[in-house]
């Protein structure tokens, strides 16, 4: 299954999406237009650390996303 995060930069009224997708990479796209493929799972994984890795930069919104 897919892990997708959605990020919203408010000030460009811009809407950036980054999708990995396992077996392939991680999908970047911007306002829903695809823009390109990051391939692997490295990239995913440093990106998608900073909010659900050991030292998320907000505690608590880890634990609000995982349940916990």
Do not use: C, H
């Amino acid at each position: 299954m897919p892990l997708r995060l959605d990020v919203e930069i408010r000030s460009a009224n811009q809407y950036y999406s980054l999708t990995y997708i396992p077996g392939k990479g991680t999908a970047l796209a911007l306002n829903g237009e695809p823009k390109g493929l990051i391939e692997g799972a490295d990239f995913a994984a440093a990106v998608f650390s900073i909010w659900l890795g050991p030292k998320p930069i907000n505690k608590s919104f880890k634990k609000q996303i995982l349940g916990l």
